[in-house]
T-cell receptor, first 111, second 116 residues
Framework: KQEVTQIPAALSVPEGENLVLNCSFTDSAIYNLQWFRQDPGKGLTSLLLIQSSQREQTSGRLNASLDKSSGRSTLYIAASQPGDSATYLCAPGNSGYALNFGKGTSLLVTP | DTGVSQNPRHKITKRGQNVTFRCDPISEHNRLYWYRQTLGQGPEFLTYFQNEAQLEKSRLLSDRFSAERPKGSFSTLEIQRTEQGDSAMYLC??????????????FGPGTRLTVL
């Protein structure tokens, strides 16, 4: 069974800082990995999708890297803004259909 | 493209009652997924459909749960004889499956179920 761990569980930073969110997973036989953000009481918004053959993906101020063999992914957020405050979820996909989620990192960016 | 929609957004019911949720995927997405999320946890996979066929069910999906996707369009998730432990956010997602490529899953806003 895939176990997903996200570190830190919570993070508070002042606006403008660059930050890194970490995700580790126990089963490296993945097809892909998605990063999501979730605002309180809301659904999930897809941020980035990395296929297993890729090493990184970028979208605006976000960059996600994948080291499949070591079971790690990182999400880098540049120049953080208060609007980035949310829970960030990492989800590797092992089966080609189901995503396996960690508990997420709760991010607060203060003005 | 209006995104994945779910109805109702909130449902409060008494223990023992039956409830049904609906999910409308992004048009032309051939895969549809149901997940369940409890407070402080990440979503957990329940089941998925490719077109109208239900191809996989998690062991979390007890006999009281049933899902359908008639004609490969919208899907319904029914919970019979609800229990307080069923209280959770039920999330639907959809994707377009192309052979050899594992595509992005897009999630709806969820249905929050409270069982009293």
């Amino acid at each position: 069974k895939q176990e997903v761990t996200q570190i830190p569980a919570a993070l508070s930073v002042p606006e403008g800082e660059n930050l890194v969110l970490n995700c580790s997973f126990t089963d490296s036989a993945i097809y892909n990995l998605q990063w999501f953000r979730q605002d309180p009481g809301k659904g999930l918004t897809s941020l980035l999708l990395i296929q297993s053959s890729q090493r990184e993906q970028t979208s605006g101020r976000l960059n996600a890297s994948l080291d499949k063999s070591s079971g790690r992914s990182t999400l880098y957020i540049a120049a953080s803004q208060p609007g980035d405050s949310a829970t960030y979820l990492c989800a590797p996909g092992n089966s080609g259909y189901a995503l396996n989620f960690g508990k997420g990192t709760s991010l607060l960016v203060t003005p | 493209d209006t995104g994945v929609s779910q109805n109702p957004r909130h449902k409060i019911t008494k223990r023992g009652q039956n409830v049904t949720f609906r999910c409308d995927p992004i048009s032309e997405h051939n895969r549809l997924y149901w997940y369940r999320q409890t407070l402080g946890q990440g979503p957990e996979f329940l089941t998925y459909f490719q077109n109208e066929a239900q191809l996989e069910k998690s062991r979390l999906l007890s006999d009281r749960f049933s899902a359908e996707r008639p004609k490969g369009s919208f899907s319904t998730l029914e919970i019979q004889r609800t229990e307080q432990g069923d209280s959770a956010m039920y999330l639907c997602a959809s994707s377009y499956r192309v052979t050899g490529l594992h595509n992005e899953q897009f999630f709806g806003p969820g249905t929050r179920l409270t069982v009293l």
